[in-house]
């Protein structure tokens, strides 16, 4: 299975590790799919805006609701979330040769949201790295019955995790 997945430690790192990796992904002329995030920094009062790009040229959707100021609940918009699985579930129809999926998190962890992408490239071979929080990792490693590969979040690990996976799908033919 040539599945991995990555933690930064710091807050949006893991979204900058996994733009820059699909950047050098797409200009190595593979086909991806999925979704990479882009948070908008609204100053030092007010929470970023999310939005995630599917994968490879989009559309850019906002996943993040604004609750106003102090409110404390989950500002995610799971209809935008479930219009972007969407997207990226119809762009792995078209074939793939990687996914990359932004964010195993709270609905990945309870069934929804992009489990059913993971699951279908998985079924087909294609290699998926998944960003994922500490609170997710075991939802995560249940989901896919063991324990998941875990990259060091840095570019050169990311890449050579490819690099291995192609090399892999290589042997194989």
Same mark, same amino acid.
Do not use: Y
């Given at each position: 299975?040539?599945?991995?997945?990555?933690?930064?430690?710091?807050?949006?790192? &893991?979204?900058?590790?996994?733009?820059?990796?699909?950047?050098?992904?797409?200009?190595?002329?593979?086909?991806?799919?999925? &979704?990479?995030?882009?948070? &908008?920094?609204?100053?030092?009062?007010?929470?970023?805006?999310?939005?995630?790009?599917?994968?490879?040229?989009?559309?850019?959707?906002?996943?993040?609701?604004?609750?106003? &100021?102090?409110?404390?609940?989950?500002?995610?918009?799971? *209809?935008?979330?479930?219009? %972007?699985?969407?997207?990226?579930? #119809?762009?792995?129809?078209?074939?793939?040769?990687?996914?990359?999926?932004?964010?195993?998190?709270?609905?990945?962890?309870?069934?929804?949201?992009?489990?059913?992408?993971? #699951?279908?490239?998985?079924?087909?071979?294609?290699?998926?790295?998944?960003?994922?929080?500490?609170?997710?990792?075991?939802?995560? %490693?249940?989901?896919?019955?063991? *324990?998941?590969?875990?990259?060091?979040?840095?570019?050169?690990?990311?890449?050579?995790?490819? *690099? *291995?996976?192609?090399?892999?799908?290589?042997?194989?033919?």
């Amino acid at each position: 299975m040539r599945i991995a997945c990555v933690m930064a430690e710091g807050r949006g790192d &893991t979204d900058l590790l996994l733009h820059g990796f699909a950047d050098r992904a797409a200009a190595r002329g593979l086909r991806l799919c999925g &979704t990479v995030q882009v948070n &908008t920094d609204c100053g030092p009062d007010r929470a970023c805006d999310m939005d995630v790009r599917v994968l490879p040229d989009g559309p850019v959707i906002r996943i993040s609701q604004s609750l106003g &100021t102090g409110a404390r609940g989950c500002r995610l918009d799971p *209809e935008a979330l479930e219009r %972007a699985v969407a997207a990226a579930e #119809a762009r792995l129809s078209e074939g793939a040769d990687l996914v990359i999926v932004n964010k195993f998190g709270k609905h990945e962890a309870d069934g929804r949201g992009f489990r059913a992408l993971i #699951a279908e490239a998985v079924a087909r071979g294609v290699p998926v790295l998944v960003g994922v929080n500490p609170l997710n990792a075991p939802r995560l %490693a249940e989901f896919l019955g063991g *324990e998941v590969m875990r990259l060091v979040p840095t570019p050169e690990a990311l890449d050579a995790w490819l *690099e *291995e996976c192609a090399a892999g799908a290589r042997r194989a033919m």
